[in-house]
């Protein structure tokens, strides 16, 4: 069964605080990717990884940066927490999209983080 | 600029009726088109689209993508108070990233 396990549900840290959000997959999957949700603004890509110490920002880099050392886990760093950066973060995976048919991306169960 | 825009934003039915959602796109480049189901945490994969005019199904639900006219459109008949979820559309164009729409948040009234 494909799984994508998020190290944490619910986060609560204060502003300025250092946070790291882990991620990890155990399907072999060569991309990883992390996305938060906002209502009204729907899933926007912070990050992705295509391989191992791979890493190409996404469409809100900014505030957030990433780490993949080993290609099942992918963690998303929070350097100085804010505010606006309350938000859900959901995690997913896939083989490279165009290599197989029928590829999709297999999401965690998504970290609530709540920046106070 | 690649952009994925879903309509309604939200849509409240009562069980049994049939519903369409929308999923239009902006394409520089166009390699498949994904459904999803989000009903708590994470989102469940419906249908994965790549071929105009040919037709998705699974039960109740099915999808078609127009790639001339750059939509797809997903159909849910006789709904259940189970299809409450947020449905949300996600395009590759072919940059190895799923681009995602703001979602359509379904509610169905028993």
């Known amino acids: 069964d494909v799984k994508v396990t998020q190290s944490s549900r619910y986060l609560v840290k204060r502003t300025g605080e250092k946070v790291f959000l882990e991620c990890v997959q155990d399907?072999?999957?060569?991309?990883m990717f992390w996305y938060r949700q906002d209502p009204g603004l729907g899933l926007r890509l912070i990050y992705f990884?295509?391989?191992?110490?791979?890493?190409e920002k996404g469409d809100i880099p900014e505030g957030y940066s990433v780490s993949r050392e080993k290609k099942e886990r992918f963690s998303l760093i929070l350097e100085s927490a804010s505010t606006n950066q309350t938000s859900m973060y959901l995690c997913a995976s896939s083989f490279p999209l165009g290599l197989k048919a029928n590829t999709e991306a297999f999401f965690g169960q998504g970290t609530r983080l709540t920046v106070v | 600029e690649d952009k994925v825009v879903q309509s309604p934003l939200s849509l409240v039915v009562h069980e049994g009726d049939t519903v369409t959602l929308n999923c239009s796109y902006e394409?520089?480049?166009?390699?498949?088109l994904l459904w999803y189901k989000q009903e708590k945490k994470a989102p469940t994969f419906l249908f994965m689209l790549?071929?105009?005019?040919i037709e998705k199904k699974s039960g109740r639900l099915s999808s078609i993508l127009d790639k001339k006219e750059l939509f797809s459109i997903l159909n849910i008949t006789a709904t259940q108070t189970g299809d409450s979820a947020i449905y949300l559309c996600?395009?590759?164009?072919?940059?190895?990233?799923?681009?995602f729409g703001t979602g359509t948040r379904l509610t169905i009234i028993p």
């Open positions: 996600a395009v590759d164009f072919g940059n190895e990233k799923l681009t």
């Open positions: 399907m072999d999957h060569e991309n």
């Open positions: 394409v520089t480049n166009f390699r498949s």
């Open positions: 790549t071929s105009s005019g």
């Open positions: 990884s295509y391989d191992v110490k791979m890493k």
